[in-house]
């Protein structure tokens, strides 16, 4: 069965420091892959989404993710995180290589210290 | 620009209780999804629908029923609710090879 993990499950960074989440995955072919973002009390609002071609991809926000198929992550990053990015983050794969049912990650709590 | 309106937006049940989640997509979304979030859990799957008039069972189904009478609507039913339910919900619609988009959440407690 597919499945999504996300290691971290709490980060601390610092206003203008870089960022990086982690996602690994398990699926037999080039899956799809999705970054979410929640903001607290507020639904998902997608960041980024990889379905073909280039490995990095560039979402909203200024962040990007890399899809790298030999070790089977999708991880997230930012250059610079400003405080606004405090909020939790997940991870997602469509399952059975499509995107019509979608399993997630159990998110990681990005927190920002100024 | 509605997109996915959940309603309601919070509610108390008492245990045994009933009630019904409704979802109304303005997309013309083929899929949607009842979603259950829980903390240290992320969401995870209850039912699903590929189109009008059809359900399936996500990850964890039981304690709930859905229906898909219209296609911009899914209604997720709780027949006799239980502490072990109280979490927010979350719906979600979306097209073939296009993401999911997200209500903003219905927080349920049951006591």
């Known amino acids: 069965a597919q499945s999504v993990t996300q290691p971290d499950i709490h980060i601390t960074v610092s206003e203008g420091a870089s960022l990086e989440l982690r996602c690994n995955y398990s699926?037999?072919?080039?899956?799809?892959l999705f970054w979410y973002v929640q903001s607290p009390g507020q639904g998902l609002q997608l960041l980024l989404k990889?379905?073909?071609?280039?490995?990095l991809v560039q979402g909203i926000k200024g962040f990007e993710a890399e899809f790298k198929r030999s070790q089977s992550s999708f991880n997230l990053r930012k250059p610079s995180v400003h405080w606004s990015d405090a909020a939790e983050y997940f991870c997602?794969?469509?399952?059975?290589?499509?995107?019509?049912?979608?399993?997630f990650g159990t998110g990681t709590l990005l927190a920002v210290q100024p | 620009n509605a997109g996915v309106t959940q309603t309601p937006k919070f509610r108390v049940l008492k245990t045994g209780q009933s009630m019904t989640l409704l979802c109304a997509q303005d997309?013309?979304?083929?899929?949607m999804y009842w979603y259950r979030q829980d903390p240290g859990m992320g969401l995870r799957l209850i039912h699903y629908?590929?189109?009008?008039?059809?359900?399936a069972k996500g990850e964890v189904p039981d304690g709930y029923n859905v229906s898909r009478l219209k296609k911009q609507n899914f209604l997720l039913g709780l027949e006799s609710a239980a502490p072990s339910q109280t979490s927010v919900y979350f719906c979600?619609?979306?097209?073939?090879?296009?993401?999911?988009?997200f209500g903003q959440g219905t927080r349920l407690t049951v006591v």
């Open positions: 979600a619609s979306s097209s073939e090879y296009t993401e999911a988009f």
């Open positions: 699926y037999g072919a080039t899956p799809y």
């Open positions: 990889y379905f073909s071609g280039d490995t």
């Open positions: 997602a794969v469509g399952a059975n290589g499509a995107t019509n049912k979608l399993i």
């Open positions: 997309m013309n979304h083929e899929y």
């Open positions: 629908s590929v189109g009008e008039g059809t359900t």
